[in-house]
């Protein structure tokens, strides 16, 4: 037998009338749906101390108990990938993820992952869920993250995350000259259409809320820091996308490049040439599972990320006309 797992989660109002482990899923997404459908059958997952079947619906306000032995959670290869290690102690390890690196295997990716340069990495990834990651960033999108390196801090991290305690920072540069911040809360799930995308679904959305702030403004974009109080899949870039201002260089989102009326030709090149959406996760702060003491971590923006505000400052001011 391995170490246990004990985890616990309440049914929120929005997942009221959901299949067990499509709740399930929900409230402990560092777990894979196959791995919790497992616990379900086997007792392990129950539901106000009653064993249900995977199908049966949960009601809002239901207590999800989980208590099982770990077992080697992963069958991935290890891969010298390099890490960039923002911090390291024997319960987390906090790193700068670069744009273009998948997070997790999964099809068209079995390999070249952060999974697999973890395990490298240490091989007390091996043992832990999903290699110990317990948030994800998108494939392009760069920036912080916190990995957990035993089972005590991944059921930690897990449920801080759960809590909504864990403090995600963001810098974006989205189309458009703001003219302040504020607070986007509109609920999100799946494109009704494009199954491959999520989008603002006003009846049966989960709920999402991005604040953000200017943090720089031009005469045609605007930089602006993102914080999170939920944290739905691509949740700012749909969001900003929602409010008519979408990432500059957002493939899924933001439509075709949006060139201003007489911008310069480093401009136009810039902005063309930025292929991928101009987001990076900044800051994070949670409570150190060893010590339960809070924590901040920072990394620098992405060096491509820079060099676009840079040319934004330069380029892309008021008056300014190619020639």
């Known amino acids: 037998m391995g170490d246990t797992i004990e985890l616990t989660a309440q049914v929120p109002a929005d997942l009221h009338g959901s299949r067990l482990d499509q709740a399930a899923a929900q409230l402990f997404p560092a777990y894979s749906r196959s791995r919790l459908q497992s616990w379900i059958r086997k007792g392990h997952l129950r539901v106000d101390g009653a064993q249900l079947r995977p199908r049966d619906a949960v009601t809002a306000g239901a207590l999800l108990e989980v208590v099982t032995s770990l077992e080697p959670a992963?069958?991935?290869?290890?891969?010298?990938?390099?890490?960039?290690?923002?911090?390291?102690?024997?319960?987390?390890?906090?790193?700068?993820k670069p744009a273009g690196l998948v997070?997790?295997?999964?099809?068209?990716?079995?390999?070249?992952?952060?999974v697999n340069a973890l395990l490298a990495h240490s091989s007390e990834f091996e043992q832990l869920p999903r290699a110990g990651i317990v948030h994800r960033l998108d494939k392009e999108t760069s920036g912080i993250m916190v990995v957990a390196k035993n089972l005590v801090a991944h059921n930690d991290l897990v449920n801080q995350l759960q809590a909504r305690s864990v403090q995600r920072e963001y810098v974006a540069?989205?189309?458009?000259?703001?003219?302040?911040?504020?607070?986007?809360?509109?609920?999100?799930?799946?494109?009704?259409?494009?199954?491959?995308?999520?989008?603002?679904?006003?009846?049966?959305?989960?709920?999402?809320?991005?604040?953000?702030r200017v943090a720089r403004r031009f005469a045609n974009h605007t930089q602006i820091d993102v914080s999170l109080e939920t944290g739905r899949t691509h949740q700012i870039r749909v969001h900003m996308a929602h409010r008519h201002n979408p990432l500059v260089g957002d493939p899924v989102y933001g439509g075709r490049p949006r060139i201003p009326r007489g911008a310069s030709h480093e401009l136009i090149e810039g902005l063309r040439g930025f292929s991928r959406q101009a987001l990076h996760a900044r800051r994070l702060g949670l409570i150190h599972p060893a010590s339960g003491e809070p924590v901040h971590y920072e990394c620098p923006i992405a060096g491509d990320l820079s060099a676009l505000i840079e040319l934004l400052a330069r380029e892309d001011v008021p008056g300014k006309v190619d020639g």
């Open 103 to 114: 997070v997790h295997p999964a099809a068209g990716h079995a390999a070249g992952t952060l």
């Open 74 to 96: 992963v069958s991935w290869v290890a891969q010298d990938i390099a890490l960039q290690i923002i911090h390291e102690d024997d319960s987390i390890l906090v790193l700068d």
């Open 173 to 212: 540069v989205c189309i458009g000259a703001l003219t302040g911040g504020g607070t986007i809360n509109a609920p999100m799930g799946r494109h009704p259409r494009q199954r491959k995308k999520m989008a603002v679904v006003e009846h049966g959305g989960k709920s999402a809320i991005t604040h953000y």
